[in-house]
Structures are given as structure tokens and as C-alpha cells.
């Protein structure tokens, strides 16, 4: 089946700093990604849909400057957080849907978890 | 704009006993509806989906929901509880399954022995 990574899983870092979490359709591609955050004991909120070779689409209330989302091939998107604080320390989630098979439901990553110091 | 609606934050049952996880939707077309299951720590793993056709869905693990339209509802069911289903699952609805997924708020299954 369609496998989706995130990497890394589970990072830790200081206040101030910009963490990047990549997000890989192993054996498919995707044209488009899609970035979620979750708080704890929360649903996932759509932050951001990735598209590859052009802009990502942000939701409302989503700082396209603090959220920087780059997708620039078919198999890899990235989510870079940047000058990062507590307030950011979430999971996020990311989704990828396979160009040739429009009716198929998107594919999950397993998550990172982001921890600011 | 699509939405749903997960009624009960958090179900309690005993090993063995029916699972019943509500769900209802909101959608000005007709919707493409899924459940998602979610382990700790862990990313989502989909249960089922209903697209079009069938409106009783079978899914993995022996769970099923049943799309009814008359009442906006795609509830999720089990015949029997098994201690490993205790998670935390979500419905979700996009207006077709290309676009964006919007999710419930989860409701978290708790099982006792």
C-alpha cells in the first residue's frame, strides 16, 4: 500500500530556532500535500495544502511567513517552522494524495512531534 | 462548506459490548465520508470510507458505519469491543475525495475489561 514518511518523528529544540519536517511519498507521487496540526486532545486543523511547483494554499489564520511550505517534487514536501516557540509545539500531519489515483482517500504520515523550549 | 460533527468526546465500553461512535455531516454536495482511527503518538490509520454506492461500508478490524442521508449521519459501529480498539477516532468529510479532509473532533474509545 501507499506509504507515507515524516521525518524526524520527534524533535525537541530551543525557542528561537527553525525546525524543518519533511513529509515523502515513498511509492507514489503526489501532486499535492497536505499539512495538519494537532494539539493535544484536539482534531487535526488543516493548516496548509502543498502543491508541487507552485505556492501552497494556506487555511485562514495560518502565517504563511511562519509556516514555510515548499513542495518541490512529486514525492517530497516540507514544513519549516520558523523562529519557532512554545505556543508551536504540537503534532503535525501531513497527507498526500497519488496523481493517478484521484479516487483514492489521501495517504497519513505518522506524525511529528514538535517541542519548543 | 463541509463539516462534521462527532457527538460524545469520549465512549466508554466493556470487552465484548457493541461499539457505537457517532457522526453527523455537514455538506451542500454529496459528501465523501471517512473514519480514521489514531493510537497514541501515532498517525492516522482509515477504517473506512464511503464514496458512492453501497451505503453500508465494512472496514477493517470488524468495523462497519452505514451512510444515511436522510439523517446526515455515518456512525460507526462494532459488534463486539476488543481491548485493542481503545483509540482515538475520527470522522471526516470532504466534498469529493480529491479535495481537503475536515475532521471531527474525535471521540476517544475507552475499553474495559
Known amino acids: 500500500g501507499a506509504v507515507v514518511s515524516q521525518h524526524p518523528s520527534w524533535v525537541i529544540c530551543k525557542s528561537g530556532t527553525s525546525v524543518k519536517i519533511e513529509c515523502r511519498s515513498l511509492?507514489?507521487?503526489?501532486?499535492?500535500m497536505f499539512w495538519y496540526r494537532q494539539f493535544p486532545k484536539q482534531s487535526l486543523m488543516l493548516m496548509a495544502t502543498s502543491n508541487e511547483g507552485s505556492k501552497a494554499t494556506y487555511e485562514q489564520g495560518v502565517e504563511k511567513d511562519k509556516f514555510l511550505i515548499n513542495h518541490a517534487s512529486l514525492t517530497l514536501s516540507t514544513l519549516t517552522v520558523t523562529s519557532a516557540h512554545p505556543e508551536d509545539s504540537s503534532f503535525y500531519i501531513c497527507?498526500?494524495?497519488?496523481?493517478?489515483?484521484?479516487?483514492?482517500?489521501?495517504?497519513f504520515g505518522d506524525g511529528t512531534r514538535l517541542s519548543i523550549l | 462548506a463541509q463539516s462534521v460533527t462527532q457527538l460524545g468526546s469520549h465512549v466508554s465500553v466493556s470487552e465484548g459490548a457493541l461499539v457505537l461512535l457517532r457522526c453527523n455531516y455537514s455538506s451542500s454536495v454529496p459528501p465523501y465520508l471517512f473514519w480514521y482511527v489514531q493510537y497514541p503518538n501515532q498517525g492516522l490509520q482509515l477504517l473506512l470510507k464511503?464514496?458512492?454506492?453501497?451505503?453500508l461500508v465494512k472496514g477493517i478490524n470488524g468495523f462497519e458505519a452505514e451512510f444515511k442521508k436522510s439523517e446526515t449521519s455515518f456512525h460507526l459501529t462494532k459488534p463486539s469491543a476488543h481491548m485493542s480498539d481503545a483509540a482515538e477516532y475520527f470522522c471526516?468529510?470532504?466534498?469529493?475525495?480529491?479535495?481537503?479532509?475536515?475532521f471531527g473532533a474525535g471521540t476517544r474509545l475507552t475499553v474495559k475489561p
Open positions: 511509492d507514489f507521487q503526489a501532486t499535492t
Open positions: 471526516a468529510v470532504t466534498r469529493g475525495v480529491n479535495n481537503d479532509m475536515r
Open positions: 497527507s498526500a494524495r497519488d496523481r493517478y489515483y484521484s479516487n483514492q482517500p489521501q495517504h
Open positions: 464511503y464514496t458512492t454506492g453501497a451505503t
